[in-house]
């Protein structure tokens, strides 16, 4: 059973930083990109960053430029350098594995990540 296991999240001010870390243990396929993305109460989940095996990234408009994926492939570990944060930044971040043969979607459990004003 594949384990993601999120953490960093936690309560920040406004235009401080945090460093998200997601390690995936149990990883017996080939991975095609792993990634970052958010939900807030009432809204769906949303695309915060990618990055895939030829360290190609992804990033949603509103991150751009203050938020950095990086990746550790010997570790299977993601990790999410988050800048600048702002208030809308606020929300449940999950970490994202996606299977490269089959593209079924592993999902960490969530880590809170509250930006205040």
């Known amino acids: 059973q594949v384990q993601l296991v999120e953490s960093g999240g936690g309560l920040v001010q406004a235009g401080g930083s945090l460093r998200l870390s997601c390690a995936a243990s149990?990883?017996?396929?080939?991975?095609?990109?792993m990634g970052w993305y958010r939900q807030t109460s009432g809204k769906q989940r949303e695309l915060v960053a990618l990055?895939?095996?030829?360290?190609?990234?992804n990033y949603a408009d509103s991150v751009k430029g203050r938020f950095t994926i990086s990746r550790d492939n010997a570790k299977n570990t993601v990790y999410l350098q988050m800048n600048s944060l702002k208030p809308d930044d606020t929300a449940v971040y999950y970490c994202?594995?996606?299977?490269?043969?089959?593209?079924?979607?592993?999902w960490g459990q969530g880590t809170q990540v509250t930006v205040s004003s």
């Open positions: 994202n594995v996606k299977d490269a043969a089959t593209w079924y979607d592993y």
């Open positions: 149990r990883i017996t396929f080939s991975i095609h990109a």
């Open positions: 990055i895939g095996n030829g360290g190609i990234t």
